[in-house]
Structure formats: structure tokens, C-alpha cells
């Protein structure tokens, strides 16, 4: 059973630059390829980005694309999403999600704000 904890949520400015992190215990981060959704307040959740197991592929929701950068470090167990230039409308729980063959785990989620 692997077991997701996120970290790094907090308050920033528009405009502004923060990092989440999501480190794995309980099983190989490296089996699995591994993504970041969020859900803000009233809506549905929805993938950000997604990075597969070798670290070399990624992939990101339109809305993110050029502002934020998914990364992995398989020998730590981390994967972080590196958000710049934020937006009042990136403001959601982040969650991370491991995926491998027919299993999904994922965390409990990080709170990010963005406001003045």
C-alpha cells in the first residue's frame, strides 16, 4: 500500500511562485507514473500535470502549460510541481496521484491561495 503525503501548500501573491511536493512511502515511487490534480472550491477535479515513470515524459493541463513544471526524484520518493507566475484561478487543493497497472493511490491533498 503506498501511502502519498503532499507538502509546500500555502499563501502566495499573484504573480507569485510556489512549490509542492509529494513524497511516497510504502512502495517504489519509480513503479508508478505520477501526476498532480487540483480541485477548486465548486468544481470537478482535473489533472495538472502528469509525468511517467522514467521522469522523461510530461505532460500538462492547457490552463498550466509554461508556468508550471512537473519533476521527479525517484531515488527520493518525491515528485514536485514547481508553479510560477500564479493566478487567483490556480488557487485549489493539490493533490498527488500514483498510478500502476490497475491500482491508484492518492494523497490527501495541499492547499494553495492565491490572492492579494
Known amino acids: 500500500q503506498v501511502q502519498l503525503v503532499e507538502s509546500g501548500g500555502g499563501l502566495v501573491q499573484p504573480g507569485g511562485s510556489l512549490s509542492v511536493s509529494c513524497t511516497a512511502s510504502g512502495g517504489t515511487l519509480s513503479n508508478y507514473a505520477m501526476s498532480w490534480h487540483r480541485q477548486a472550491p465548486g468544481k470537478e477535479r482535473e489533472l495538472v500535470a502528469i509525468i511517467a515513470r522514467g521522469g522523461i515524459s510530461t505532460n500538462y493541463a492547457d490552463s498550466v502549460k509554461g508556468r508550471f513544471t512537473i519533476s521527479r526524484d525517484n531515488a527520493k520518493n518525491t515528485v514536485t510541481l514547481q508553479m510560477n507566475s500564479l493566478k487567483p484561478e490556480d488557487a485549489a487543493v493539490y493533490y498527488c496521484?500514483?498510478?500502476?497497472?490497475?491500482?491508484?493511490?492518492w494523497g490527501k491533498g495541499t492547499l494553495v491561495t492565491v490572492s492579494s
Open positions: 496521484k500514483a498510478a500502476g497497472g490497475s491500482k491508484n493511490y
